[in-house]
């Protein structure tokens, strides 16, 4: 079973930017980087795929990049121009369950989340 940490998270004013990492005990074919704010579905915001190749969801394309390290078992999620909208909790998640393609669409292992805060 894979375990994952991340880390990061914090408070940044809007038009800022932050970094978040995410560490896996094991090799993972895909990864991702979902978000939940307060009284909201949990959302994906970068899937990433064995290849390296990344998704985005529309709200955050141009301004997040996902990024991860095979060798190391990382996966980053760099967060540039934030807005208030960006404030959740950012999940780290692994272990595919179900693919769309070359994607993962569900996965099985969860980070215990990062708490993502941004001040306009």
């Known amino acids: 079973q894979v375990q994952l940490v991340e880390s990061g998270g914090g408070s940044v004013q809007a038009g800022g930017s932050l970094g978040l990492s995410c560490q896996a005990s094991?090799?993972?074919?895909?990864m991702g980087w979902y978000r939940q704010a307060p009284g909201k579905e949990r959302e994906a915001v970068a899937i990433?795929?064995?290849?390296?190749?990344?998704i985005y969801a529309d709200s955050v394309k141009g301004r997040f990049i996902a990024d991860r390290n095979i060798v190391k078992n990382t996966l980053s999620l760099q967060m540039n121009n934030v807005t208030p909208e960006d404030t959740a909790m950012y999940y780290c998640?692994?272990?595919?369950?179900?693919?769309?393609?070359?994607?993962?669409?569900?996965?099985?292992?969860w980070g215990q989340g990062t708490q993502v805060t941004v001040s306009s």
């Open positions: 094991a090799y993972s074919a895909g």
């Open positions: 990433v795929n064995s290849a390296g190749y990344a």
């Open positions: 998640a692994a272990t595919c369950r179900r693919y769309n393609g070359s994607f993962c669409s569900a996965f099985g292992t």
